[in-house]
């Protein structure tokens, strides 16, 4: 679908919005079709009190280095600590100055075109998992102005389930924070189980600046037999928590 008929669909009312636009997201996103640091990360770091000596000095290299990091925590400004964890995780700065925004980005993973998309960036080999960003212009002025972060978070599962190929949604996490200037930033995480790559995590972020709707989606495989392991899954909640505006 176009996005001339995506832009009328905006504009038709304040449901259709955020669902089409949601579900544009997903499509576009999916293989198939073609900075608030979380607490849970900080007590797994102090939780472990013994460090095995016997690593190789790769391994005890990175022990070091996760020491320092905790070490360092209570007494580094927000933004020092931001940028410290960006470094330990290899996460690089990726801005789009044309379109008005900015997020963390895995320095491995690349860039690549696709239809729709305003920016895409995929894992090597691994296609299925990407972290993707669409922006559409929008009528409306704030994101309060869709609902409160778990009315949208609704409007969401039922695009994804009105899908033919999904099989369950649900939703995990529902959070509001705020980004550059007060900006008001909706978080979500929820699972989707389809019938087009199995068991995924999906990690979205939605605000709206200067009448564009911005909107984040990142999946990732979260299969039984192969699940989205903690040093992953913190490195994809960094992405997320990024996600702001450059304006």
Known sequence: ?????????????????????????????????????????????????????NLSPCLRRRSI?????????????????????????????????KEGFTL????????????GATALFQEANMGSNNIGVVVNPIRLATLGDFGSPQFVADKLLQAERRKESTQDAEVI????????????????????????????????AAFVASKKLYLLNITHSDKPESPLDPHKRQILEQVLHSFDSAI
């Open 104 to 115: 963390l980005i895995p320095s491995s993973w690349t860039k690549v075109d696709k239809a």
């Open 1 to 53: 679908m176009s996005f001339k008929i995506c832009y009328n669909l905006l504009q038709s009312s304040l449901s259709t919005e955020f669902t089409y636009a949601s579900s544009k997201v997903s499509k576009i996103l999916s293989p198939n079709s073609t900075s608030p640091i979380p607490p849970s990360s900080i007590h797994e770091s102090r939780s472990h009190k013994h460090v095995n000596l």
């Open 65 to 97: 280095t996760i020491f320092l990091t905790t070490f360092l925590w209570d007494i580094l400004p927000n933004t020092r600590r931001a940028l410290l964890l960006a470094e330990e995780l290899e996460l690089d700065r990726y801005t789009d100055s």
């Open 173 to 204: 996490t529902v959070a509001e924070r705020s980004g550059e200037g007060g900006l008001q930033i909706y978080e979500f995480e929820y699972t989707l189980d389809s019938t087009r790559g199995g068991m995924k995590r999906i990690f979205s």
